[in-house]
Structure formats: C-alpha cells, structure tokens
C-alpha cells in the first residue's frame, strides 16, 4: 500500500542539514576519522602558516587564514557535508509515499568493505578484505515485491525480525503512479519497535507520527 505524502511533508521528513543521527552514521569508521583528522590538522597548519607569511605583506592573507581555519574544522563539517549530500538524493525526488508492507524474506550477506595489501610475517605482500555482514530484507505488499533495504547485521538487535511482519518506510519516484521507483528510505518495523537501514534518511519520530495519523 502506497499513501502519497505531500511535497511540505516530504522536507519535514527528510531535512536538508544533517541532524544528530546522520552525523553519527557519516562520521565514518575509525580509518575515515584518521583520515579526516590528518586532512584537517596537516591542511589547517601549512595553511595558517602561509597566512601567517602573507598576512602583512599581501591582501591574501587574511583569505589565506579563512582557509585554513576551514581546514582545521574539516573534522567536522566532513560528515555534515556528506549527510547533506546523501539527505538531498531523496529530497530531489518530485514524489513520496508511505508504504505499508511486509518482510517477505530476509538473509545475510557478507560484503566487502575495503581491501588493503599488508606484509605477512615472510615479507611478502598479501591482500586483506575488511567483510562485515549485511542483513537484507525484502518488502512487499499485495501487489508485489516492491525492493529492499539492509543493515550491519547487529546479532541481538535483529533476532526480533521475522517474516511477514509489519513493515513501513518512504518511497521516492521521479513519476506521480509509482510505476518507476526511484529510492527507498530506512524502514520502520512497528511490532517490534525497530529501525533498519544503511543511514538514517528519515527524522523517525516524525514518520511514526505521520504513519499513525495517515494509515489510521
């Protein structure tokens, strides 16, 4: 089932700036926030240290220090800017609906990260594979299979998850019938309270709320 949302409610649901959340879930792992943190502190201090040369002696000093002070605060406008990049791929969409299905099946699979190539203890290079596990999760209603959405399997938090049950999230299409769709935001399992998904598109208490005024 598919109840069309309107433009106004879609930028309540999906928000241009990254909230709490989002942040969070773009942040990376602790390789990306290395890589961020040496962006910003060796980008920051060459920058600040030409600033610091040109400040008396050229107009583009003072330019220079803005540089540099944006570089220094990389660590932290980086998520930002990915979250509100990632928010803006479904905004763009002209239409939205609820959708109110079910799980029609579920499995894991083991994915590939990122590789990198390491000495073993002989000297000699060998490649490593970074897996984790996805769990994926098929949704469909009475008209069929509609796609799906997976999540970094969590062993304890995803136990709960079984076939056919309730399950609702935001669908996006670039045509008003849905016959095309486009994106699927993270999903909302009511009957037992959980949330699934590769990032946190939706503001979640707001959809809750929606659903219980527009599927009563």
């Known amino acids: ?3 069309p949302v309107k433009p106004g409610e879609l930028s309540r649901l999906i928000p241009a700036v990254a909230t709490g959340p989002q942040f969070n879930a773009c942040s990376g792992n602790p390789r990306t926030l290395l890589q961020r943190l040496l962006i910003s502190v060796i980008g920051g201090v060459i920058t600040l240290l030409i600033s610091q040369t040109l400040l008396f002696s050229s107009q583009a000093g003072p330019i220079a220090l803005v540089v540099g002070v944006v570089f220094l605060l990389y660590i932290l406008w980086g998520p930002i800017l990915e979250a509100g990049q990632k928010n803006a791929t479904l905004r763009r969409y002209p239409a939205a609906a609820i959708f109110e299905g079910e799980v029609a099946d579920f499995y894991t699979r083991e994915v590939v990260e990122n590789e990198r190539e390491q000495a073993n203890g002989e000297g000699r290079l060998e490649r490593v594979e970074n ?3 996805w769990l994926c999760l098929e949704l469909a209603d009475e008209d069929g299979y509609l796609g799906q959405v997976r999540v970094r ?5 995803h136990q709960v998850i079984r076939r056919g049950q309730v399950v609702r999230c935001l669908v996006l299409s670039e045509r008003a019938d849905f016959a095309r769709i486009g994106a699927l935001s993270d999903a909302w399992l009511p009957q037992v309270k959980l949330w699934v998904g590769e990032y946190p598109y939706l503001l979640r208490p707001a959809f809750e709320e929606l659903c219980l005024r527009r599927l009563r």
């Open 1 to 3: 089932m598919l109840i």
């Open 131 to 133: 897996r984790r596990t």
């Open 153 to 157: 399997l969590d062993q304890k938090k």
